[in-house]
């Protein structure tokens, strides 16, 4: 152990899976420190993911309203795109976060360091500060949230290709993408592409499966499918093989689909092929593997002592997934492993912020079924639904999924309009185990769209 420091808790990572652990454990008394490349809060959801890109894709949604001028009765014309102030935008919020997060910092007493943490031993860390100093730690307990990045395909000219890096970061300077070609179908390929076309892009989604949103209920990918097609080109069965750099200065991205090699011509490729788990430097010094880490719902990894939450252990890869097994975490620590806590996967919702929305949590009817478990499913369609008639969206529909044996609510799939919002209360009533006749005579506001819980709910009989 040398001459290592001797504190409680060595945190790795400030992002959902670290910094909420640190405030909680900081906060009760316990000695923390904290390691992580940016020297501030949030992870890449701060950094390049989550905040700024759904700041620009508020921008792009705000430029879509004169396009319902007509329906409203109001008359305008739509407005120019100016990139860079798109971006400037972008950047305010998360220049705003990080000061509300170096404020934070400073009212705590944890230790926050910039830069990275080697593993020595499965008690000892060794930080590098940006400085170039050289500290070492013995810690009671170890939490590993070091969080993920893009995942890019092993492909000639893979290199050409940007991800959300390059397009979300703070201060970054992309030409605006005029023809985007998105590497996946994934929620990070569609939102990015869905925003893009919204301020003026050409985009084409590639995406090697047959569907888009592969692994998600096929309901609700054919309903984006249908409504994205409409104003973009996505392309399933597409299996690339390489970008090159054409003739014209243009990048070129070559696929095979239907037995044929195509190409198409892009000034921006955009690879969002998921993302894949980042370990720390000297995993194998604690037998873990140096991909994504097994943990069970406490967040332990096979060392009792040694806690991964977040991205790094691939079971559930959101930020606000990350921050709940943090706080579970926390409490572990605190009781000595006692704490009821316990993370509840099943009850962690997923939203799409392309335009429109899909969200889901919990388990489909197909799901179910392969896990021989008895339900009753009741779907509300959003052409009944006032405030989807109010905007004239009324594509969507929601679906709910019951426990025959008990009525409580074990899944549900949202399409359409307010998606992202509806999904909150219903994953609260998963997690709590809620039943339809609980949510068949819960008041939800008029008119909005969750009433719609409240009438698939009544529609169900058990």
């Not at 420091?5 to 904290?34: C, E, H, N, S």
């Not at 009821?340 to 099943?346: L, S, Y």
């Not at 392969?370 to 529909?397: C, H, K, L, W």
Request: hydrophobic share 45%; glycine share 10%.
């Amino acid at each position: 152990m040398g001459n290592a420091a001797r504190i409680d808790v060595m945190v790795l990572g400030a992002g959902g899976g670290g910094y909420p652990a640190a405030f909680r454990l900081a906060g009760a008394g316990r000695a923390v420190v904290m390691v992580d490349p940016f020297g501030n809060l949030g992870g890449d959801c701060l950094a390049e993911g989550c905040v700024p890109s759904k700041a620009v894709r508020e921008a792009a949604l705000v430029r879509t309203w004169p396009a319902k001028y007509r329906l409203f009765g109001l008359r305008g014309e739509t407005p120019e795109v100016d990139w860079r102030g798109v971006l400037a935008h972008k950047d305010r919020v998360q220049s705003l976060r990080y000061a509300q997060h170096r404020e934070e910092i400073a009212a705590s007493t944890l230790t926050l360091l910039k830069g990275s943490g080697r593993i020595i031993d499965d008690h000892t860390v060794e930080v590098t500060t940006e400085s170039g100093d050289s500290l070492r730690y013995h810690a009671q307990h170890l939490i590993i949230a070091t969080g993920s990045r893009p995942h890019r395909l092993p492909i000639p000219g893979a290199e050409l290709a940007v991800t959300s890096h390059d397009i979300f970061r703070l201060g970054a300077d992309l030409p605006f993408p005029r023809r985007l070609v998105a590497i996946g179908g994934g929620y990070i390929g569609l939102e990015t592409a869905s925003m893009l076309q919204h301020l003026g892009a050409a985009a084409t989604v590639l995406e090697a499966t047959e569907e888009i949103l592969p692994g998600v209920d096929p309901a609700l990918a054919r309903y984006l499918h249908r409504a994205l097609a409409r104003r973009m080109t996505l392309v399933t069965g597409a299996k690339v093989t390489a970008i090159a750099r054409g003739a014209e200065g243009d990048l070129e991205v070559r696929y095979e689909s239907a037995g044929k090699m195509r190409t198409l011509a892009a000034d921006c490729v955009l690879m969002a092929t998921g993302r894949e788990a980042v370990v720390p430097e000297g995993i194998a010094a604690l037998g873990l593997p140096a991909g994504r880490i097994g943990v069970d719902d406490r967040l332990r990894t096979a060392l009792a002592h040694v806690y991964a939450p977040g991205d790094v252990n691939g079971r559930s890869m959101l930020f606000h997934s990350a921050v709940c097994q943090s706080v579970i975490v926390a409490e572990a620590i605190l009781s000595d492993g006692q704490a009821p806590a316990r993370m509840n996967f099943a009850a962690v919702p997923f939203t799409v912020f392309t335009e429109p929305e899909v969200a889901w949590v919990g388990v489909t009817e197909a799901q179910a079924a392969r896990q021989n478990i008895p339900v009753v499913t009741s779907t509300y369609d959003f052409r009944t639904d006032s405030r989807a008639q109010i905007f004239d969206e009324m594509e969507g529909f929601l679906t709910l999924v019951f426990a025959k044996r008990g009525g409580s609510l074990i899944g549900a799939q949202v399409a359409g309009l307010d998606a992202a919002q509806v999904i909150a209360p219903l994953a609260l009533a998963v997690h709590t185990g809620t039943t339809a006749s609980t949510l068949s005579v819960m008041a939800f506001p008029h008119p909005m769209v969750t009433e719609g819980i409240n009438k698939a709910a009544r529609a169900v009989r058990l």
